[in-house]
């Protein structure tokens, strides 16, 4: 059974950093697509970014564009989300996300496996 282990939130001021990580276990890292999703207090879970298998490709939500970065280190099993430039409106719980498919990774429904989140505030 796939689990994933999300560590690294907490509090950070307006305009500091915050790195994220997320453990994988339980099934063939390098075969699976890696996600971050975030979801704030009565809002819907939206996608933030996503990186592909190999790592070649990565996509964000333009709202984190250029401010965030995706990676991932296939020998450790773990995806890191490093956040920068941290504003109020980033406050939220981030869920990292496992696929296997290929299209669609903006996505929710097609991740099959996701962590408990780990809660990240932004203070102004």
């Known amino acids: 059974q796939v689990q994933l282990v999300e560590s690294g939130g907490g509090l950070a001021q307006a305009g500091g950093s915050l790195r994220l990580s997320c453990l994988v276990s339980?099934?063939?890292?390098?075969?699976?697509?890696m996600a971050w999703f975030r979801q704030a207090p009565g809002k819907e879970r939206e996608f933030v970014a996503v990186i592909t298998r190999t790592g070649a490709r990565t996509d964000y939500a333009d709202s984190v564009k250029d401010r965030f970065t995706i990676s991932r280190d296939n020998a450790k099993n773990t995806v890191y989300l490093q956040m920068s430039s941290l504003k109020p409106e980033d406050t939220a719980v981030y869920s990292c996300a496992a696929s296997t498919a290929v299209i669609g990774l903006t996505t929710p429904n097609v991740y099959s496996t996701w962590g408990q989140g780990t809660q990240v505030t932004v203070s102004s």
């Open positions: 339980g099934r063939t890292f390098s075969g699976i697509a």
